[in-house]
């Protein structure tokens, strides 16, 4: 048949030194790329074989196998996919394969600044020249009688095409690598990048050192072999056909055909059912922790779990865990691991999962998401933004359901949770409108109580103090009877919420507080100052005070007037100017009702808010 050579018409002389400068960051993804490509000629054969347009041997087994040659700095990926016609691969590899890279080189060399690619999402084929300098296919397709093809390019925008000599289906893609990406030759390496890219791939993949010396993959596949054939003779099998094994290692032979028949005695790199394609119902307890300790290398147990399940108006899957604050740095250190039929695409990418959902652990796979596009593209997609949106929901429709049917637990995992969910709140209103009802906050008791409930009990416990405040209020509502609802909070006096933010530091006031009655909420995360800011913001009816800001209408001791304490003030005022050399310092002097307290330093609640918020803002960020 054909002997052909061409060239391709591609305006840059050799795309190829771009597109690996480009995508420098990322240069390990071609083993995701091709591996992907085999992946899906076997996805497609499963679908013909399904409408009955192919029949295969009974014990036909699907499969991908790579294999490094650290000797040769070669790589080899052999899938038992459809394989390609000659003239498939004219279409498929020559044209759209070099015009995709011509389109992509048109779609982004006027973006100046490289950042704009997002490099974890390849470029299929032609990425392997991103490591090689040359790139060899021999391929068969399934169709009767159809000739194998051998291919080969160097890289540049010339190719060969010649008849090759596979003689089963699918297709073998050999890449010689460049010096300076030998290291994807070395077994652990290699492994290592399969196992961040192809871990949950649908199809099994088999991994093989050509130059090891022993091939235990190949014994031990020997082995189960022979178990099958009832006889329970491991070790002798070892002795006997390690080397015969070793020798018919070629695939491409016919023992390779026969090899595929038998049932697979190694064990694939790869989880072909991670646990969020199964149905939450099927999936045990200790399943989960599993696959949490196994894609997070997280041996602290995770506190709960959200399974995401939605065919309808997208397709997505998969599971969010709650992790265990670090106690050490109270913080919640996330990874949100994106994949795309199973094929892993990157961490945490920003513009697809809502910020705050980053400091949980999971893995989240979305089959629709557009991935071949520039991050801008990513950030504008409404329907990205869609995703985003639906796993925010799901995430507050979880905490909701807790706090409503287990209290108990919401409780205990709060201290956990509520740096989450409080961050979650101040990045997303919607999240905020979902969960405002469900914060709660821990007492000078020890015990968790919304904000209604404080103030509710506050209001208890001064009762009839508020309850002449009230009625002063209530002469103000308005004419309009419709509005009397509304216009009365608004004109209600905020209520009052006292916060601790260091018990320890603090604990002079808390005493006073606890001597009468009042209570007061522990907010000690550096996240609690901005989130009680925008509570006011957002709530207008609470006013949030430290335990030591201004607190002297509540402690301060009937009869004492300026005039008679003028003294006392000068005197402290000079004192405190000397001690902290703080000439235009104003030093007030109150004389408290609790005897117990000799004095007490405060700070308005406003000043030192400010100076905490800016620390805050530096943290994490905020804009
Ligand atoms: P994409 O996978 O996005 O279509 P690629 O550049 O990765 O783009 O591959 C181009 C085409 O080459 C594929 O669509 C497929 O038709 C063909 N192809 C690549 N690898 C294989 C393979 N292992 N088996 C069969 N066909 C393949
Ligand atoms: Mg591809």
């Given at each position: 048949m054909m002997n052909e050579h061409g060239s391709l018409s591609i305006n840059s002389e050799n795309i190829f030194p771009i597109i690996k400068k480009w995508l420098y960051s990322d240069h390990d993804i071609f083993f995701r790329e091709i591996i992907s490509n085999g992946s899906d000629a076997i996805t497609k054969l499963k679908k013909l074989e399904l409408m009955g347009e192919v029949s295969l041997p009974e014990d036909n087994k699907y499969k991908i196998e790579v294999i490094v040659n650290p000797e040769e700095k070669t790589l080899k990926f052999i899938d038992n996919g459809i394989g390609m016609t000659a003239d498939e691969v004219k279409e498929y590899i020559n044209q759209i394969a070099f015009s995709g890279a011509t389109d992509f080189l048109n779609k982004y060399k006027d973006k100046a600044n490289e950042e704009q690619i997002i490099g974890h999402f390849g470029l299929g084929f032609y990425s392997a020249f991103m490591v090689a300098g040359k790139v060899t296919i021999d391929t068969l397709s399934w169709q009767e009688g159809a000739d194998s093809v051998h291919w080969e390019s160097e890289g540049g925008t010339e190719f060969a095409m010649e008849p090759g000599d596979r003689e089963e289906r699918g297709t073998e893609i050999t890449l010689f690598l460049n010096e300076d990406s030998y290291e994807f030759s070395n077994e652990y390496r290699a492994k290592e990048v399969i196992e961040k890219?192809?871990?949950?791939?649908?199809v099994e993949i088999f991994f093989k050192n050509a130059n090891a010396k022993e091939e235990p993959q190949e014994d031990l596949e020997e082995d189960l072999d022979k178990e099958e054939s009832g006889d329970d003779i491991i070790d002798a099998a070892v002795d006997e056909d390690g080397n015969v094994t070793e020798g018919d290692g070629a695939e491409e032979t016919e023992d390779g055909v026969q090899e595929e028949k038998k049932p697979k005695g190694p064990q694939p790199?790869?989880?072909?059912?991670?646990?969020?394609?199964?149905?939450p119902n099927d999936v045990t307890e200790e399943e989960y922790k599993e696959f949490y300790r196994n894609v997070f290398h997280d041996y602290k147990e995770p506190l709960f779990w959200i399974h995401l399940n939605m065919d309808y108006p997208f397709n997505l899957k998969g599971i969010l865990y709650f992790p265990k604050l670090n106690t050490e740095y109270d913080t919640l250190e996330g990874t949100i691991k994106l994949y795309s039929n199973q094929v892993f695409i990157a961490d945490n990418i920003k513009e697809v999962i809502p910020e705050f959902l980053m400091l949980l652990k999971g893995a989240i796979d979305c089959p629709d998401l557009p991935l071949n596009v520039s991050r801008s593209a990513l950030q504008n997609d409404g329907f990205v933004k869609k995703i985003s949106e639906y796993i925010s929901k799901k995430v507050a429709d979880k905490l909701s359901g807790m706090y409503k049917v287990e209290r108990e637990s919401y409780e205990k995992f709060w201290d956990d949770i509520s740096p989450f969910i409080k961050f979650g709140c101040l990045k997303d209103d919607k999240f905020r409108e979902k969960m405002k009802e469900y914060i709660i906050f821990k007492n000078l008791e020890g015990k968790y109580v919304t904000l209604p409930e404080y103030v509710k009990a506050a209001k208890g416990e001064t009762s009839e103090e508020k309850a002449e405040e009230t009625k002063a209020e209530e002469t103000k509502v308005e004419e309009n009877a419709s509005s009397d609802e509304a216009s009365e909070k608004k004109e209600e006096k905020k209520d009052i919420v006292y916060y601790v933010t260091n018990e320890q530091q603090q604990s002079q006031y808390i005493n006073l507080f606890k001597q009468e009655g009042i209570d007061a909420l522990i907010?000690?995360?550096?996240?609690?100052q901005p989130f009680i800011t925008q509570l006011e913001q957002s709530e207008d009816s609470y006013k949030f005070q430290r335990i030591d800001a201004d607190i002297t209408d509540s402690f301060q001791e009937d009869g004492h007037s300026e005039e008679a304490l003028k003294e006392e003030t000068d005197e402290l005022t000079e004192l405190f100017r000397k001690t902290l050399n703080k000439e235009k310092l104003e030093v007030k002097v109150l004389k408290l009702k609790n005897e117990k307290v000799s004095s007490m330093i405060t700070l308005s609640e406003e000043s030192r808010r400010m100076q905490d918020m800016m620390k805050m803002y530096n943290m994490y960020g905020m804009d």
């Amino acid at each position: 048949m054909m002997n052909e050579h061409g060239s391709l018409s591609i305006n840059s002389e050799n795309i190829f030194p771009i597109i690996k400068k480009w995508l420098y960051s990322d240069h390990d993804i071609f083993f995701r790329e091709i591996i992907s490509n085999g992946s899906d000629a076997i996805t497609k054969l499963k679908k013909l074989e399904l409408m009955g347009e192919v029949s295969l041997p009974e014990d036909n087994k699907y499969k991908i196998e790579v294999i490094v040659n650290p000797e040769e700095k070669t790589l080899k990926f052999i899938d038992n996919g459809i394989g390609m016609t000659a003239d498939e691969v004219k279409e498929y590899i020559n044209q759209i394969a070099f015009s995709g890279a011509t389109d992509f080189l048109n779609k982004y060399k006027d973006k100046a600044n490289e950042e704009q690619i997002i490099g974890h999402f390849g470029l299929g084929f032609y990425s392997a020249f991103m490591v090689a300098g040359k790139v060899t296919i021999d391929t068969l397709s399934w169709q009767e009688g159809a000739d194998s093809v051998h291919w080969e390019s160097e890289g540049g925008t010339e190719f060969a095409m010649e008849p090759g000599d596979r003689e089963e289906r699918g297709t073998e893609i050999t890449l010689f690598l460049n010096e300076d990406s030998y290291e994807f030759s070395n077994e652990y390496r290699a492994k290592e990048v399969i196992e961040k890219y192809c871990s949950f791939m649908p199809v099994e993949i088999f991994f093989k050192n050509a130059n090891a010396k022993e091939e235990p993959q190949e014994d031990l596949e020997e082995d189960l072999d022979k178990e099958e054939s009832g006889d329970d003779i491991i070790d002798a099998a070892v002795d006997e056909d390690g080397n015969v094994t070793e020798g018919d290692g070629a695939e491409e032979t016919e023992d390779g055909v026969q090899e595929e028949k038998k049932p697979k005695g190694p064990q694939p790199i790869n989880n072909t059912t991670p646990l969020w394609t199964k149905h939450p119902n099927d999936v045990t307890e200790e399943e989960y922790k599993e696959f949490y300790r196994n894609v997070f290398h997280d041996y602290k147990e995770p506190l709960f779990w959200i399974h995401l399940n939605m065919d309808y108006p997208f397709n997505l899957k998969g599971i969010l865990y709650f992790p265990k604050l670090n106690t050490e740095y109270d913080t919640l250190e996330g990874t949100i691991k994106l994949y795309s039929n199973q094929v892993f695409i990157a961490d945490n990418i920003k513009e697809v999962i809502p910020e705050f959902l980053m400091l949980l652990k999971g893995a989240i796979d979305c089959p629709d998401l557009p991935l071949n596009v520039s991050r801008s593209a990513l950030q504008n997609d409404g329907f990205v933004k869609k995703i985003s949106e639906y796993i925010s929901k799901k995430v507050a429709d979880k905490l909701s359901g807790m706090y409503k049917v287990e209290r108990e637990s919401y409780e205990k995992f709060w201290d956990d949770i509520s740096p989450f969910i409080k961050f979650g709140c101040l990045k997303d209103d919607k999240f905020r409108e979902k969960m405002k009802e469900y914060i709660i906050f821990k007492n000078l008791e020890g015990k968790y109580v919304t904000l209604p409930e404080y103030v509710k009990a506050a209001k208890g416990e001064t009762s009839e103090e508020k309850a002449e405040e009230t009625k002063a209020e209530e002469t103000k509502v308005e004419e309009n009877a419709s509005s009397d609802e509304a216009s009365e909070k608004k004109e209600e006096k905020k209520d009052i919420v006292y916060y601790v933010t260091n018990e320890q530091q603090q604990s002079q006031y808390i005493n006073l507080f606890k001597q009468e009655g009042i209570d007061a909420l522990i907010l000690t995360h550096n996240i609690d100052q901005p989130f009680i800011t925008q509570l006011e913001q957002s709530e207008d009816s609470y006013k949030f005070q430290r335990i030591d800001a201004d607190i002297t209408d509540s402690f301060q001791e009937d009869g004492h007037s300026e005039e008679a304490l003028k003294e006392e003030t000068d005197e402290l005022t000079e004192l405190f100017r000397k001690t902290l050399n703080k000439e235009k310092l104003e030093v007030k002097v109150l004389k408290l009702k609790n005897e117990k307290v000799s004095s007490m330093i405060t700070l308005s609640e406003e000043s030192r808010r400010m100076q905490d918020m800016m620390k805050m803002y530096n943290m994490y960020g905020m804009d």
